[in-house]
């Protein structure tokens, strides 16, 4: 569950101008299958629905908006859910891609040590 503004705000923080306000929603998020997105490198879509008409907004990400909203959210995540998400991608690695991406942190961790 989740909310969005009803209008575009041209601020960072905060909801914006006081006739402004936040709609109720509930988000979901799905791989898009348009032509659409795949002309334009898009990997992601956000979808914002109002509860109470229907009404949507979405947001497509490309590959890179979608690793700095990733890389963001994941550091304001507490550990418990760090952890879950952690299990969860590692468990849908293969074998070899999950050996490939533990080697490279251990190498990376080992080169830390050495050097500090």
Same mark, same amino acid.
């Given at each position: 569950m989740g909310f969005?503004?009803?209008q575009w705000v041209n601020v960072v923080e905060g909801i914006g101008p006081a006739r402004s306000t936040v709609a109720h929603v509930t988000l979901g998020a799905s791989r898009p299958r348009s032509?659409?997105?795949r002309e334009r490198g898009l990997v992601m879509r956000?979808? #914002?629905r109002k509860t109470a008409s229907g009404e949507q907004h979405v947001v497509h990400f490309d590959s890179?908006?979608?690793l700095s909203f990733l890389e963001c959210a994941v550091k304001e995540v507490g550990p418990e859910l760090r #952890?879950?998400?952690v299990s969860r991608i590692l468990g849908e690695l293969s074998d070899e891609e999950l050996v490939s991406a533990l080697d490279g942190q251990v190498s990376r961790r080992c080169s830390r040590? #050495? #050097?500090g």
């Open positions: 969005i503004t009803n032509d659409f997105s956000l979808v #914002a890179d908006d979608l #952890a879950q998400l040590r #050495a #050097a």
